[in-house]
Antibody
Framework: QVQLQESGPGLVKPSQTLSLTCSVS??????????WSWIRQPPGKGLEWIGY????????DYHPSLQSRVTISVDTSEIQFSLKLTSVTAADTAVYYC????????????????WGQGTLVTVSS | AIQMTQSPSSLSASVGDRVTITCRAS??????LGWYQQKPGKAPLVLIY???SLQSGVPSRFSGSGSGTDFTLTISSLQPEDFATYYC?????????FGGGTKVEI
């Protein structure tokens, strides 16, 4: 059973860059047909999809509201992938989850079959 | 972006009750819909994908139906461990979008 684990600072100052890493226990970043994603949840609120990276093509897609500030990449180690969000404000305070999207052929979609435990990032001076 | 409207936002139920949660998409999304369960302080857990497919290991009391714009998650007999918040997620196009959530309470 794959395990995902987020890591990174829990406190970021306004206008700075939020950087998180997700470690994937079974090395499936480079071996499987998965969409490696980030999803966040502001305290007491619902879930918001941030974006994904597809390892084999390097394709990424981001939420339009974050597109100018966000980058998702796979580390050269190929056992981690990362999130960078620049120019953060208090509105970026949330629990950030990394997740593995498993492709299904029936409708060419994917669903999230594995998640990290989540990490709270607070934006405050 | 496709808007996902989930209802109700909360409901009260008892153990053994049949519970139905609905999700409506602002555009036709075919069968590209999943249902997720989230308990406090925990990551979401997938229950249903492709609108009707039960994820491996998920109890058979959970079922999904619908296509196009209208979808339903049904819990046939609510168990104590089912008290949680449920979200739908469309994976038809980007950005993926979640419903607002349904909190199932005692």
């Amino acid at each position: 059973q794959v395990q995902l684990q987020e890591s990174g600072p829990g406190l970021v100052k306004p206008s700075q860059t939020l950087s998180l890493t997700c470690s994937v226990s079974d090395g499936s970043i480079s071996t499987g047909d998965y969409y490696w994603s980030w999803i966040r949840q502001p305290p007491g609120k619902g879930l918001e999809w941030i974006g994904y990276i597809y390892y084999f093509s390097g394709n990424t897609d981001y939420h339009p509201s974050l597109q100018s500030r966000v980058t998702i990449s796979v580390d050269t180690s190929e056992i981690q992938f990362s999130l960078k969000l620049t120019s953060v404000t208090a509105a970026d305070t949330a629990v950030y989850y990394c997740a593995r999207g498993r492709y299904y052929y029936e409708t060419s979609g994917f669903y999230y079959d594995s998640w990290g435990q989540g990490t709270l990032v607070t934006v405050s001076s | 972006a496709i808007q996902m409207t989930q209802s109700p936002s909360s409901l009260s139920a008892s153990v053994g009750d049949r519970v139905t949660i609905t999700c409506r998409a602002s555009h036709d999304i075919g069968n590209n819909l999943g249902w997720y369960q989230q308990k406090p302080g925990k990551a979401p857990l997938v229950l249903i994908y492709a609108a009707v497919s039960l994820q491996s290991g998920v109890p058979s009391r959970f079922s999904g139906s619908g296509s196009g714009t209208d979808f339903t998650l049904t819990i046939s007999s609510l168990q104590p461990e089912d008290f949680a918040t449920y979200y739908c997620l469309q994976d038809y196009n980007y950005p993926l979008t979640f419903g607002g959530g349904t909190k199932v309470e005692i």
